[in-house]
């Protein structure tokens, strides 16, 4: 995020784009009530009527999948009604005139039938975005989850360059991270490209310090993102093809799409390690399992989306009879049994070591994480002064060799899989507040278990389930190209009839057993939300509701879940 969480409550106007902070992060969704209450106004742009759009001053309830229609449109409207910053777009950014000349097609007209807008409402949002004096843009997996997903990002930092929303209190362009410690796990390395910090494993000056600090030789080659496994397991040349696989606080046989496919990578592998808190569904085709405490069990640093850095402390002792060390306990035992000893004593000991290595986060000492309880990144000095950067690009100073802001001009593309008669509607995933990700965590909550459980929803519109013949809490059978699962229907007016949604924690309404494995070619994220399929009523209701009851137990058994709760041994 270029601005830290707490300047929400401070924006004038708040575009919500493709984020439903009342599901996925309650207390950030507070801050946008909290901007509300003290006159903000807000846009809210999502094809459901989520909470955010109740509050919104302007919902623009798009059609799945055109957001970068809509956002050249927005663009187009600015420019058009003279409401750019110009002094801000000559002095600090780059690259306009081409926008200006690809956004003269968007107009909000032509635009109508992709997006499914009135004219007038893309006028007036781009008014309101471009007049507010501290305009800022939230924004989430609405976005990131299409193939066509970076440009898209790039189009909505376009509407904040081009109005001088960037380098001030407030304003601003806010990807609001998915999990607690997402940012975490990017600022430490764990990509593909870099190491920790943000520095790219292809630059030989980079290389050449990470290899003098830890007295190795170290490869300039890229590694492979998460999502291109099943093809390196499946498809790639004996010399190229990934034969072992380390997973580690992930649970790809629930979460990545299309699971026929990622089971039949697994399947495959001749050697998988599972580090996890829970038996998840991919620990159920590991060789090797290896049990980590809990987040509170033990003490580390999580970042939060607006690269703020705060301590965790451990609270409470793993069970006395659980087998279980800390994750960074293992990392280091597994290292020195493959002849690179790390002998930590501690977490500050790593964080010490880490922080010297990375520029941006050197400043960031446990003292200060203790004193300011949050230290955002860039924090470059070890003075206790300086407390960090809440926001980014002060006075208009970008990231870029040149200092300057880069326009980009894209055009928008439609997803992957189109409707067809096969499958009339549009299946996309999101998130429900009850239960996280993999739901390896909460599903093992009886609590929450006991709040909603299994086999998970499908949002259908009142029409659609009308003329399916479908009743509320019924169970239907839902189908793509791909595979299909069964789940109950359920009736909202939140969603337009074209189409439907499920949540993705569910173990036998696991809607990954539709998606499509269509990757954005830059983020590599998968398109989790589009694709093509149909609800298909089950007659036989008794024989569901026993076929669910048996899966149930299966799967339980098959993860060690004790059926009064916790887990066995
Ligand atoms: N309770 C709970 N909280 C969670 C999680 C969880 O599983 N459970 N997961 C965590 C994780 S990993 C993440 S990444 C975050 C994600 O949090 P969010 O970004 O809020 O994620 P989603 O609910 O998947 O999607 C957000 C919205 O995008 C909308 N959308 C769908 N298609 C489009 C489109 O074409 N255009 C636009 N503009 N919007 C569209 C959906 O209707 C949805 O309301 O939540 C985190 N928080
Ligand atoms: N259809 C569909 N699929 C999606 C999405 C969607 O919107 N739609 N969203 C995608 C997104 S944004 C995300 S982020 C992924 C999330 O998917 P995953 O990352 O696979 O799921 P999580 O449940 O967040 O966490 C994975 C595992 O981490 C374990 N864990 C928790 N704490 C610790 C710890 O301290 N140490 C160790 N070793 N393990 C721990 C948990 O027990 C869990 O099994 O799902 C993706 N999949
Ligand atoms: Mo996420």
């Known amino acids: ?118 004219p007038d409402d893309i006028r007036k949002a781009a008014r309101l975005y471009a007049t507010s004096g501290q305009s800022m843009i939230l924004y989430g ?106 997973v580690f606080g992930e649970d790809p046989a629930q979460s990545d799409p299309d699971l026929n496919e990622v089971r039949e990578s697994l399947e495959k592998l001749e050697f998988l390690v599972v580090q996890d808190i829970y038996m998840t569904r991919t620990s159920q085709y590991a060789d090797v399992i290896l049990p980590a405490t809990g987040w509170n069990e033990h003490d580390g640093v999580f970042t939060c989306c607006d690269r703020g850095f705060q301590r965790i402390r451990k609270v409470i002792n793993p069970p006395p009879d659980a087998d279980v060390l800390t994750d960074w306990d293992i990392i280091s035992r597994i290292s020195t049994a493959m002849g690179y000893p790390m002998k930590y004593k501690n977490t500050e000991e790593i964080w010490n070591e880490l922080i010297d290595l990375c520029p ?20 470059r000095s070890k003075d206790l002064a300086d407390k960090g950067t809440s926001f980014l690009h002060k006075d208009g100073h970008f990231a870029n060799p040149d200092g300057k802001a880069k326009f980009s001009a894209v055009d928008w593309l439609p997803p992957t899989e189109k409707e067809n008669q096969e499958f009339p509607l549009i299946f996309s995933t999101n998130r429900e507040v009850g239960h996280y990700s993999a739901r390896s965590m909460t599903g093992n909550c009886r609590l929450l278990r006991n709040l909603e459980d299994e086999p998970g929803w499908i949002q259908m519109n009142p029409a659609l389930c009308q003329e399916l013949g479908v009743k509320e809490g019924e169970l239907v059978k839902v189908v793509s190209k791909r595979g299909h699962c069964v789940t109950r229907c359920l009736p909202t007016e939140r969603v337009k009839k074209q189409a439907v949604y499920m949540t993705y924690q569910w173990w036998i309404g696991a809607c990954n057993e539709l998606t499509i494995a269509a990757l954005d070619p830059i983020s590599n994220t998968p398109e989790y939300k589009y694709c093509a399929c149909r609800v298909e009523k089950i007659k036989n209701q008794v024989w569901a509701e026993k076929y669910v009851l048996e899966e149930y137990a299966k799967i339980r058994a098959a993860m060690g879940v004790n059926p009064k709760g916790g887990q066995t041994a």
Request: some cysteine; aromatic content about 8%.
């Open 141 to 246: 997996m609405g976005v990131c989850q299409f193939a066509q997903a970076v440009n898209v990002v790039k189009g909505l930092a376009n509407l904040a360059i081009m109005t001088g929303n960037f380098g001030r209190w407030g304003v601003g362009i806010g990807p609001v991270r998915g999990q607690n410690n997402v940012q975490g796990a990017c600022d430490m390395g764990a990509l593909p490209n870099s190491y920790p910090g943000y520095q790219n494993v292809t630059i030989p000056e980079v290389q050449a310090k990470f290899e003098k600090a830890w007295g190795v030789p170290l490869s300039n080659k890229v590694g492979v993102p998460l999502t291109h496994v099943p093809r390196y397991v499946l498809h790639e040349p004996e010399d190229k093809k990934i034969r072992a696989y380390y």
């Open 1 to 118: 995020m270029s601005n830290g969480v707490h300047e929400i409550e401070d924006a004038k106007l708040l575009l919500v784009f493709g984020y439903n902070g009342a599901d996925s992060h309650p207390i950030v969704a507070r801050r946008i009530v909290r901007a509300k209450r003290k006159g903000a106004q807000i846009i809210c742009v999502d094809p459901r009527r989520i909470e955010t759009a109740r509050i919104a001053d302007l919902h623009l309830q798009l059609k799945n999948g055109s957001n970068l229609a809509l956002v050249n449109s927005l663009a187009h409207v600015i420019i058009e009604e003279g409401l750019t910053d110009n002094a801000f777009i000559a002095e600090r950014s780059h690259g306009f005139d081409e926008l200006k000349e690809l956004v003269k097609k968007y107009s909000p007209e032509a635009v109508a039938d992709i997006t499914q807008i009135h």
């Open 360 to 379: 941006n986060f050197t400043g960031a000492t446990y003292e200060k994480m203790e004193k300011y309880v949050n230290v955002q990144w860039p924090c």
